[in-house]
């Protein structure tokens, strides 16, 4: 199975100053035809999970300007330009490219 | 807008069976495939199945952990998919979240709490 390891597992954050998160996998998540299937969700307490980013740096349809992604094989990162109140939460990273699917352990966001 | 709305959870105790519903609403049903995910109380999230479209005969991919116990199907009519959910195991109390899939897992529902307790 491809293991996704997430650091920091929690980052405490000033608001209006930039946050970064890495995601590691174990083995590469180019797939055979040729696209990384690495997203990014976000689960603010008590709600479900929603997409942010796809196939590495595409913003999912309603997620703010403020969030990017970048990287490439196996090594990647999530990017928020300016922390607001509502950016709280665990970000995952998750991997669709090879069976089974995994997820990174979870980035806790908070305000300092 | 794309909707997503898991049911059936509830109580069993193990050994027993549940099957969930994912009713879906907003976009073309049979055109995506469909994912499971859970997440155990307090944990993160865990990939549960996925199933294909018909387009792609409907074909079904297992974590190991549900494999031979879970089964993933869909009635594209209704646009509804379920997870017959067989033998259940202590360990097989989480929330429920199905997923429409188009090469990311978008539009998650509100999900649906499933605890297998004797």
């Known amino acids: 199975d491809v293991v996704m390891t997430q650091t920091p597992l929690s980052s405490p954050v000033t608001l209006g100053q930039p946050a970064s998160i890495s995601c590691m996998s174990s083995?590469?998540?180019?797939?055979?035809?040729?696209?990384?299937?690495l997203s990014w969700l976000h689960q603010r307490p008590g709600q479900s999970p929603r997409l942010l980013i796809y196939?590495?740096?595409n913003r999912f349809s309603g997620a703010p300007d403020r969030f990017s992604g970048s990287g490439a094989g196996t090594d990647f990162t999530l990017k928020i330009s300016r922390v607001e109140a509502e950016d709280v939460g665990i970000y995952y990273c998750m991997q669709s490219t090879h069976f089974p699917w995994t997820f990174g352990q979870g980035t806790t966001v908070e305000v300092k | 807008e794309v909707q997503l709305v898991e049911s059936g959870g509830g109580l069993v105790q193990p050994g027993r069976s549940l099957r969930l519903s994912c009713a879906a609403s907003?976009?073309?049903?049979?055109?995506?495939?469909v994912s499971w995910f859970r997440q155990a109380p307090g944990k993160g999230l865990e990939w549960v199945g996925f199933i294909r479209a018909k387009f792609y005969s409907e074909t079904t991919e297992y974590a190991a952990s549900v494999k031979g116990r879970f089964t993933i199907s869909r009635d594209d009519s209704k646009s509804v998919a379920y997870l017959q959910m067989n033998s259940l195991k202590t360990e097989d109390t989480a929330v429920y979240y199905c997923?429409?899939?188009?090469?990311?897992?978008?539009?998650w529902g509100q999900g649906t709490l499933v605890t297998v307790s004797p």
């Open positions: 083995q590469s998540l180019v797939h055979r035809d040729g696209d990384t299937y």
């Open positions: 997923t429409k899939y188009g090469g990311m897992p978008d539009s």
């Open positions: 196939k590495i740096s």
């Open positions: 907003g976009f073309t049903f049979g055109d995506f495939a």
